[in-house]
Each structure stands twice: as C-alpha cells, then as structure tokens.
C-alpha cells in the first residue's frame, strides 16, 4: 500500500485523530513556542520552506508568517485528516504562501534544487520515514547552500539520530540548541 493510501485511510484518520488534537493543544503552546522553534531554525524572510510531516499546522502558520509574502512554505504530509486541519487554519489565517501537499516526503515529487530548507520538526525517527531513503531526498530537493533543520522529539531516547545524518555525508552539522539540529547540505 502506497504511504499517501495509508493517509487516506478512514480507520487511520480515526486513530490518529486524538493525536492530532494533541499536537495542535493549547497545552503544547503554552510549553512550546512554536516562533521560538522556528527561530532556532533560522527561518528567514523570502525562503522556499518544505516542512515535512506538518500533522495538523503546529509549525506551519508560524513559518509561514516569518518567510512572508515573498516566501513559501510547501506543507506536506501523508495524511488527508490532519491536511483538514492545516488547510482550514491558512484559510482561517488568511494566508496566501501556503501549499498543502499530500504527499509521501519519500518522494516529494518536487523540482531538484528548488527548496531553501527542510523541515523535520517532530518527524524522525518514524517507521513511514526510513532516514536511508529521506535523507537522499532532503538533499536532492535543497538548493546548494540549502538547510535542514531537525527537532527531535523526546531528545533523549532519539539521540542517534544526529549520528546517523552526519555520517549519511549528505549533510554537515552547524549547530545545536534546544533539541533542534540545524545542518547544511553538503
Ligand atoms: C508526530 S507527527 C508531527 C507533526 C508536526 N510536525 C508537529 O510537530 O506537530 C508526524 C507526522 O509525520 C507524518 N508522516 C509520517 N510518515 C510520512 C511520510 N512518509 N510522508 C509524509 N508525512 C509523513 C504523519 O502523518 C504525522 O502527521
């Protein structure tokens, strides 16, 4: 079954539901600011931004307002339910840089080159995201010079993480804080 088969599933919508109400909560807000976050990213004024697996928009309305009218932000994930919500809060937002794309981040299916900086916010390690076949794609998608940032969630138990993308040769660390890793192309 295809990733994007998965994320229509009416059975899979259901069980991820309470997730999604949890990922979108005011508690999450009020622990984590999600601009703050962004910050750490270094997200810019006028950057194309591919965020990966945007569940329900946590992120995605922050990044959009901080890249502006001259930016975009290119929301992708593999299920439609959570696409709902993303597509109704840029509605509610009223904001014109957004594309909501549901898509397996496996194979994006964008242009080589076209994107400023990846986001992996709250994303790997996860079974739909096999880092051997993602990190080949980040990197095909970024521009030379492009970014990639990775939030890790729970830090802790996912500490090999930034292991495994330095040794992938594809990417070079720059620098770390608060659980988010930013890293250039190489
Ligand atoms: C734990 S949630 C994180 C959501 C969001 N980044 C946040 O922090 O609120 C992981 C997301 O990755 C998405 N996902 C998992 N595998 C995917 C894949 N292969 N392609 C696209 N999205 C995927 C899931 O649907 C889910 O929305």
Redesign the pocket.
């Known amino acids: 079954m295809k990733?994007e088969d998965l994320?229509n599933s009416k059975i899979l919508n259901m069980f991820?539901k309470p997730?999604g109400l949890l990922?979108g909560s005011r508690v999450r807000k009020w622990l984590m600011d999600p601009v703050k976050t962004l910050r750490i990213a270094d997200v810019q004024l006028g950057q194309t931004i591919l965020?990966?697996?945007?569940?329900?928009g946590?992120?995605t309305i922050s990044a959009a307002q901080m890249v502006g009218d001259q930016g975009c932000i290119l929301a992708?994930?593999?299920?439609s339910g959570?696409l709902k919500e993303v597509d109704k809060k840029v509605r509610k937002a009223n904001l014109e840089n957004v594309s909501v794309i549901q898509?397996?981040?496996?194979n994006t299916g964008l242009e080589s080159e076209s994107v400023d900086k990846v986001l992996l916010?709250?994303?790997i390690p996860?079974p739909?995201?096999p880092l051997d076949k993602l990190l080949p794609e980040m990197h095909r998608v970024l521009k030379p010079g492009g970014t990639m940032s990775v939030w890790l969630f729970p830090p802790l138990v996912h500490n090999w993480v930034p292991n495994i993308i330095i040794r992938s040769k594809l990417f070079e660390h720059i620098n770390e804080q608060s659980n988010v890793y930013n890293y250039i192309r190489t």
């Open positions: 990733t994320g991820f997730a990922m965020e990966v697996g945007c569940g329900t946590f992120f992708m994930d593999a299920s959570f898509r397996d981040a496996l916010f709250g994303v996860f739909l995201l």
